[in-house]
């Protein structure tokens, strides 16, 4: 499963960040064009994460709606007909929609259990 992968990846990437402290949250990013299903990918690190830093973590996720970017406006923007509303060139991507990003990891801090 692609959402299983995914989910590996991303505890190695906490294990990384974390070097042993345990999260409290974890805030993740998956744009609506990257064919990730949260729910899968959710249950995955659920799956995963027992006896790891991400055990016991909330995680939350913010859907990122696909919009075009205009190189020459550096602008994100939304429209149908793929062409530049500010200076009428011919857009051939999509900016963002496509990436699964940690948004950010908030630690445990010990300090606060004892
Ligand atoms: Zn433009």
Known sequence: MHELSLAREILDICHRETT???IKQLNLRIGELSSVSPESLLFYLDNISLKSCLEGAI???KIIEASLLCHNCAVYFKT???ICPYCGKTITEYGI???LEI???ELIDETDNN
Request: proline content about 0%; cysteine-free; hydrophobic content about 20%.
């Open 97 to 99: 929609g496509r990436e």
């Open 103 to 105: 948004e950010s990891i």
């Open 59 to 61: 995680i939350n996720y």
């Open 80 to 82: 149908d007909d793929w």
């Open 20 to 22: 042993g402290k345990k």
